[in-house]
């Protein structure tokens, strides 16, 4: 079909599977395109979520779930409000928490599944944010920038998931790091 693409393909843990984004221009301009987050495994292509919103996929959590966010928003490079969502091979997905003006494409999920990191501007600066991807999870800041014109972007867990590398744009690109986070 001419009218779907897909992007943002992410391989299981074991590399069994392989989540992906399709989303489904219809031929009436005047509806919102169908976005769904499928996973193909051997031959067979499965629908585990499906919405009008906009995705932006991450990875795999711990086990065997997806892990993506949905905005009503064009993913764009400005902050957004993102519901952070997990939904397992069955389809039964639940929605974690809501962030509020986080740039979604610095979103990364850990290499062991475990913890989300993300740049999220609050009083006119930006912070990386840790999320926990367990029940209760509640965001964590773990930077404090005080210049409002410098940006934390590119976001990268070492192999360990123990160091976040980021850069940081101000009249120059710099790479930085923080380590031991927790």
Known sequence: NLNVSYSLPRFSRDSSRIAMVSVERLPDTTQKPNSRVQVAESDTIKDI???????????????????????????????????????????????????????????????????????????????????????????????????STQFLTNLAFSANGKTIYFDRQDEINTISMFENFD
Do not use: H, M
């Not at 740039?103 to 944010?129: C, E, H, M, Q, V």
């Open 49 to 147: 979520f499906s919405t009008t919103d906009f995705l932006r996929l991450f990875g795999w959590a711990s086990g065997s779930e997806v892990i993506f966010a949905t905005t009503i928003q064009q993913i764009a490079a400005t902050p957004l409000n993102l519901d952070i969502v997990v939904a397992p091979l069955n389809g039964a997905s639940r929605k974690l928490v809501t962030l509020e003006n986080v740039y979604p494409r610095t979103l990364i999920i850990s290499p062991d599944g475990k913890t989300l990191a993300f740049t999220k501007r609050t009083d006119g600066r930006d912070n990386i944010w840790t999320l926990p991807l367990t029940g209760g999870a509640v965001p964590r800041k773990v930077t404090d920038n005080p210049n």
